[in-house]
């Protein structure tokens, strides 16, 4: 396939293919992400760690912590770090939870969830300018209730969440 890029930002590029597939030529237009990196996190009460984040346009929503990628950075390094920057708690261990590809007909992110323990509260936040957050603490059922009745629609969240609970069978 043969790459026009559009646009590159600071997150995200543009990019138009073409090519051909089995004999048939295409045209794909791509967002272009470098990934991100995305804790489910359990504090030393067993609650989980979310951050409530403007979210343009959407206004504040509540998620589990994550962050992009930088470039050439491996995803549990960018968990480690992360978890950090946004509540200020640090990992003794990340193990993987899920990966999956949340836009994969136009987007090329991938996000890395992973589960994060033996955490110790170390700072106080170190966000980014543009970042607006606050933590929030609550318990893992209450999450799942309120991702069935729609509450929290963030994808990382519903997924890392869901796969967590289906391997305890707290659902």
Known sequence: MKEKKIYEGKILGLSVYEGKIEGRKVKR????HRGAAAMLAFDEDNKVILVKQHRFPHGFVLEIPAGTLEKKEDPKKCAFRELEEETGYK???????????PSIGYNTEVIHCFLASGLKKISDLKLDDDEILSVVKMDLKKIISMIKTGKIQDSKTICAVMTYASKKKLN
């Open 29 to 32: 237009e791509m967002i272009e």
């Open 91 to 101: 990992a003794k261990k990340m193990t993987p939870l899920i990966t999956y590809y």
